[in-house]
């Protein structure tokens, strides 16, 4: 079974790369960058759409260093907001603005789009339905671990 979990990863990890890849390149230039809408995605899922920025972390592939400096950015500009956590004073709480809310909107529906024609388009509705339940298979077998430091795997300019 070695073999074939090696085999089965190494062509996961060159299908994702190619199709980040073109979605990379065909990414809205609409106010927000890739990794910012992957920030934006896992706080706009959140109840409320706010996260502790810990929370955040483990959710993106980015290290601390690189989701902080990022949503400072988004702070910045108006995206999001950021606040103290009143249950814990050690934490930030950053929560999506209604200006936010209009950019990830437009942002995610040309990104949808993409997707679809993309992903969508070289897989039918059952592989979809295949593919989608086996990664959350996988993802839930996965130990909960944050990235480290400054070893991101999504490490890029936009970072």
Not at 7 to 18: G, I, N, P, S
Not at 51 to 79: A, D, F, H, K, Y
């Amino acid at each position: 079974m070695s073999a074939a979990s090696v085999a089965a990863w190494e062509a996961m990890f060159r299908a994702q790369v190619r199709v980040l890849r073109v979605l990379n390149a065909e990414f809205p230039d609409d106010g927000l960058s890739f990794n910012e809408y992957d920030v934006m995605v896992a706080i706009a899922r959140e109840p409320g759409r706010e996260i502790r920025m810990r929370e955040l972390t483990r959710n993106v592939l980015l290290s601390q260093p690189s989701v902080s400096r990022l949503v400072e950015r988004l702070v910045s500009r108006g995206v999001l907001s950021k606040r103290n956590d009143p249950r814990d004073a050690r934490g930030a709480i950053v929560a999506v603005t209604a200006a936010g809310a209009e950019i990830y909107g437009r942002v995610a529906r040309e990104h949808a789009a993409a997707i679809r024609r993309h992903v969508g388009g070289a897989l039918s509705e059952q592989e979809l339905a295949q593919l989608r339940d086996i990664c959350v298979k996988l993802q839930a077998a996965m130990p909960d671990v944050a990235p480290a430091g400054s070893r991101s795997i999504a490490s890029s300019p936009n970072s």
